[in-house]
């Protein structure tokens, strides 16, 4: 089977500015992209708050960004995950390109908007159709402009768009609306705000750009237009999860991918980036933070892996000294090792087990400091130390 040392998965912002970092890391980095390169910048126009590039089109910015990641080095294929498999110490990628091994994955598989199905809302996609209020609400100074949904996200957005444009019409489908009921209350607030319950989105008009939207009424049928410049779509997101199908990588109950500050997984050496994470603002700014953190943790993951293996697992003997990096008594005890290993000591590999609780768990440690001795890859013995002279003699005893 293919051998690599990085896989990302999906080639948006994240995944391919964890494709940089991994391979300015010395990384052997592959990056599988199942649709296009860039990903969701590549519906939007104009993109103008991605901080030093004052305005740009979503697929500029998508095609410098591959060609950054490709120039470092990074492999690119287009291919599709399936699925993933993380029994063992590898993860196997299974794409439908083959399977593929890596001893650390990223998922960057971002996100995908459901549309509201009306008709024009395809054919004005980018000029005047809109997903995203942070994005597009800035353009829309002064003017009119429809919101379809009424969940939170909607009506939030609603609100926020009244920074721009002088008036923001709810149009919803159900007679309420199924926000919170603080944003409902706040957009209620609003005077620039008009609700249209009960509504339903029928047709965009206009010629090159959005003149109107057309409606009619779910109550009695009746139909009507409204004038508007832009018209804003909120009735849901998903991530693009479906390939985690055995439950091995922890979702929230809507599906996105929860992390730790390192974009670990609850999955060993799987980390997630960008907008399949369970998190609040969900940017290109916030992706490509998320895709070097996560190539980085993934570098660290890997040189420890590779560290433990041949320091701890591999050899006949070895004895390590797990302890807490953040207690000054166990750190000193850890310098005194150290001392003693290079004065002719025995060697012994400190672990930090404060934050390295994957390898506490693999050793069976509950308490810090703990010393133990591996033989042939299986702990042989335990014991707790109080001083030096404990490290001496267990390391000199061979019971
Ligand atoms: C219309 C629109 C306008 C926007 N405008 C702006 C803006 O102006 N400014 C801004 O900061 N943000 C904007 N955004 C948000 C921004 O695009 C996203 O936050 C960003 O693209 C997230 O990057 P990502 O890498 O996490 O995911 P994505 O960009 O979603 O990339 C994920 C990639 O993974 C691939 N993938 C998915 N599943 C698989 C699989 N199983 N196997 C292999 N590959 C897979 C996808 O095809 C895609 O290429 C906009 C979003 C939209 C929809």
Redesign the pocket.
């Known amino acids: 089977m293919e051998r690599r040392q990085l896989v990302i ?8 500015t964890a494709a940089i970092y991994g391979r300015r890391s010395g990384l052997d980095t592959l990056i ?10 590549n ?2 126009a ?5 901080p030093g590039i004052k305005t740009t089109s ?1 697929i500029d910015l998508a095609g410098a960004m591959r060609e950054h990641a490709s120039d470092f080095g990074a492999e690119l294929r287009e ?4 699925s993933l498999c993380l029994g063992g110490d590898d993860k196997i990628v299974r ?1 439908d390109k083959g399977d593929i091994s890596a001893d650390a994955v990223i998922i ?6 459901n549309k509201a199905g009306f008709k024009g809302e395809d054919d004005f ?2 000029r005047g159709v ?3 209020a ?3 609400g800035p353009m829309y100074q002064d003017e009119s402009v429809a919101v379809i949904g009424g969940g939170n996200t909607a009506v939030e957005e609603a609100d926020y768009l009244t920074e721009f444009a002088s008036k923001v019409y709810i149009v919803h489908r159900r007679e309420a609306l199924r926000a919170n009921s603080i944003a409902i209350e706040r957009a209620k607030a609003n005077p620039k705000i008009e609700m249209l319950l009960g509504w339903v989105p029928d047709e965009i008009t206009g010629g090159d750009s959005v003149r109107g939207l057309r409606l009619h009424s779910l109550k009695d049928g009746q139909a009507k237009e409204i004038a508007v410049e832009g018209v804003f779509v909120f009735v849901g997101t998903k991530p ?1 999860t ?2 985690l199908k055995d439950g091995s990588v922890q979702v929230s109950d809507r599906g996105w991918i929860k992390t730790d500050d390192m974009m670990e997984t609850s999955a060993e050496g799987v980390f997630a ?4 994470r369970d998190k609040f603002l ?6 490509v933070g ?2 070097a953190t996560a190539a980085m943790a993934a570098y660290d993951y890997i040189s420890n892996q590779h560290y433990l293996k041949s320091a701890l697992f591999e050899p006949d003997r070895a004895v390590a000294l797990l302890i807490s990096s953040i207690d000054s008594d166990h750190l000193a005890l850890a310098r005194e090792t150290d001392g003693w290993a290079s004065s002719g000591g025995t060697p012994v590999v400190v672990i930090d087990g404060h934050h390295n609780l994957r390898i506490r768990e693999k050793l069976g440690v509950r308490e810090l400091p703990s010393l133990v001795e591996m033989r042939g890859g299986v702990k042989a013995r335990e014991a707790k130390p109080s001083s030096i002279e404990d490290i001496k003699s267990f390391c000199g005893s061979n019971e």
Do not use: H, K, M, W
């Open positions: 998965i999906g080639s948006g912002p994240a995944g391919l599988l992209e199942g649709g296009l390169c860039g990903g969701q910048i519906n939007t104009e993109i103008a708050n991605y979503g291919c599709t995950v399936e794409t960057a598989t971002g996100s995908t908007y996609a980018g809109a997903y995203c942070v994005c597009d693009n479906g390939f980036a960008g907008d399949v969900r940017q290109v700014a916030t992706a998320d895709g």
